[in-house]
């Protein structure tokens, strides 16, 4: 983030125009992104939240309380090193415990990676009908959407809750898609998965009939960008897929709500795409929602790739309340990245804080 900060009297003498946005389509300017000098919304919300419930102790302490609770069917598992790599072996148990039904992986000592842990327990709390209607993903018009692998998965698993977003002190020990996970995070899944109720599967049904209407090229590129990211996780600032971003390194690579909205409309894509960004200048959800009024739409009138915006006040909400920002799709769903479902998800409206839900912007670039 230091570089970030230091990038901020530079830009504030820029104006972030169509020019300076085609003009480096694979490499943009570090110039071309205001730097994140205060928390935003949804950032003061998440430090509130961090700091409720930091745990003493090491790394991955936060897990500590989970594997209380498990120690009685998982023995030896409250005083375990939380902080090493899990393995399959590992994530067998927690299927097994989870499910009453034993489980052997081929090989008990091969890691276990993001994916599989995040597939397997989808898989074991029956929602494989969920799972493989959004890898089919398609618009109205049959246009098929782009996921990356186990994106149905992901994307219920952070539903579900079962992905935890650590501290964002700790962002770079943040593990997702083919990367090893460690043993908290497994504990964790196990913990919340064992307390999912039927009210909560039975909510994931809609999943089943997810259609997406008909898109604009530039609205289904937008869209398809966003969704790409379906599993990285939720980082401080984070706008790029790696740690190496154009804008300024960050720990690992993943997003915040406003740097995914970021990516998709201004990131590594095409000069014509990237020209759809350039009415995008704040580079916080609160920043996006002000900076250019003409282009507020009611929330009954979003259109895929608007921008939607929460924050406490709802539809009431007023300059510096807006906490966290998405990508409509269209028929009340929306691509965000969001601290509670520990990175990027696809969710509905009816399902994301719909009290809180303020208003949508369409970006007129967009049009």
């Known amino acids: 983030m230091t570089r970030r900060i230091l990038l901020l009297t530079a830009v504030a003498l820029a104006s972030v125009g169509a020019g300076a946005a085609v003009a480096s389509p694979a490499t943009p300017s570090p110039a071309a992104k205001p730097a994140a000098t205060a928390p935003s919304g949804e950032r003061a919300a998440l430090a509130r939240e961090h700091a409720s419930r930091k745990v003493r102790g090491g790394l991955d302490e936060w897990a500590r309380p989970s594997a209380r609770r498990l120690a009685a069917r998982w023995p030896g598992l409250a005083t375990a090193d939380l902080s090493r790599d899990a393995t399959r072996g590992d994530l067998d ?10 489980r052997t992986s ?4 091969g890691r276990a990676t993001a994916w599989t842990t995040n597939l397997l327990f989808v898989r074991a709390l ?8 959004l890898m089919r993903l398609a618009t109205a018009d049959g246009a098929r959407l782009r996921m990356p692998r186990h994106a149905g ?6 539903e579900l809750g079962l992905v935890y977003n650590r501290l964002s002190h700790e962002d770079g020990r943040e593990r997702s898609r083919n990367e090893s996970v460690r043993l908290a995070d497994v504990v964790y899944a196990l913990d919340r998965a064992s307390g999912v109720g039927s009210w909560q599967t039975a909510r994931l049904r809609r999943y089943r009939q997810i259609a997406l ?7 289904l590129a937008v869209a398809q960008a ?4 379906v599993g990285q996780p939720y980082i401080w600032g984070g706008d790029w897929p790696g740690a190496r971003s154009p804008w300024g390194a960050q720990a690992h690579g993943g997003f915040d709500c406003s740097g995914l909205i970021w990516w998709a409309f201004k ?6 795409q990237m020209a759809v960004g350039t009415g995008l200048r704040g580079r916080t959800a609160d920043a996006m929602a002000w900076e250019r009024p003409a282009e507020r739409v009611a929330i009954t009138g979003l259109q895929p790739g608007d921008l939607v915006f929460f924050g406490s006040g709802g539809p009431a909400a007023r300059t510096g309340t807006i906490e966290h920002a998405g990508i409509a799709l269209g028929d009340g769903w929306m691509v965000h990245s969001s601290g509670s479902r520990g990175g990027v998800s696809l969710s509905h409206l009816d399902d994301y804080w719909p009290s809180a839900t303020a208003f ?4 007129s670039q967009l049009l």
């Open 106 to 109: 081929p090989n008990p000592a």
């Open 153 to 158: 998965s992901e994307i219920l698993a952070r």
């Open 360 to 363: 949508g912007r369409r970006v």
């Open 267 to 272: 990131g590594r894509t095409t000069a014509s």
């Open 213 to 219: 209407p008909a898109m604009s090229p530039k609205q």
């Open 226 to 229: 966003a969704l790409w990211q």
């Open 93 to 102: 148990r927690a299927l097994s415990i989870l499910t009453g039904r034993e």
């Open 126 to 133: 029956g929602l494989e009908a969920e799972r493989r209607a």
